[in-house]
């Protein structure tokens, strides 16, 4: 059962480009959450989505950043018009119906802006 | 809010030594502890977790923890460590409730192994 899987691992966006950060959930969940992880700081909630919804978006930042979960493909965490402050490893999480308390973590993205 | 204190920041110690990383959270009502580990440039495993019952945790690699619910503390310990357990160590805390998805993490203790 492969794991959790995200891409790119490192991305590089000049300030007010468009970054796209894929996360494929594992195998039969159908619960995923995107953290971010600034430099020497513990990881923070931003989103939690279930299959086309979005549950709980209370740590996303009010603009620029979005995050959907089609039904079919992956979940994408969308940052517009980014900005130096978006350097960051983005790290998705997925958990089973059956228990929303494991998580199982992603590699991360590691994005960059120069 | 609940938070998460990990009160050291680097721990450097020799191989075969014993560690602990501390790690205090404030929260009012039930909750659920982590441990993950984050080698370089990876992404987080979980080390153990504390849902219920005893409240000491063993996990992998050697690892455990204790959930002491007065001083609100899940201290992690190793009795004797490896170069190999060099890593950054994340304590997490899910609240119970209706947001019981949500994980509040520490900032991170760096364990350091040196030979």
């Known amino acids: 059962n492969a794991g959790v899987m995200q891409n790119p691992r490192h991305l590089v966006r000049r300030r007010g480009q468009e970054a796209r950060l894929r996360c494929s959930p594992m195998?039969?969940?159908?619960?995923v959450y995107w953290y971010r992880q600034l430099p020497e700081e513990g990881l923070k909630f931003m989103v939690y989505?279930?299959?086309?919804?979005?549950?709980?978006e209370s740590g996303m930042p009010k603009e620029r950043f979005s995050a959907e979960f089609p039904k079919e493909g992956p979940s994408i965490l969308r940052i517009q018009q980014v900005v130096r402050g978006d350097s960051a490893a983005y790290f998705c999480?997925?958990?089973?119906?059956?228990?929303?308390?494991?998580?199982?973590f992603g590699p991360g993205t590691r994005l960059t802006v120069t | 809010a609940q938070s998460v204190t990990q009160l050291d920041s680097q721990v450097p110690v020799f191989e075969e030594a014993p560690v602990e990383l501390r790690c205090n959270y404030s929260?009012?009502?039930?909750?659920?502890l982590f441990w993950y580990v984050q080698y370089p440039n990876q992404g987080l495993q979980l080390l153990l977790k504390?849902?219920?019952?005893?409240?000491l945790v063993k996990g992998i690699n050697g690892f455990e923890a204790e959930f002491n619910k007065s001083q609100t503390s899940f201290h992690l310990r190793k009795p004797s460590v490896h170069i190999s357990d060099t890593a950054e160590y994340f304590c997490?805390?899910?609240?119970?409730?209706?947001?019981?998805?949500?994980?509040?993490f520490g900032k991170g203790t760096l364990l350091t192994v040196n030979p």
């Open positions: 989505l279930q299959k086309e919804n979005i549950i709980d």
């Open positions: 929260s009012s009502v039930s909750v659920y």
């Open positions: 195998k039969g969940h159908s619960h």
């Open positions: 504390y849902l219920s019952g005893s409240t």
């Open positions: 999480a997925s958990s089973p119906d059956r228990n929303l308390r494991e998580q199982y």
């Open positions: 997490a805390v899910l609240q119970g409730g209706g947001s019981n998805y949500k994980l509040t």
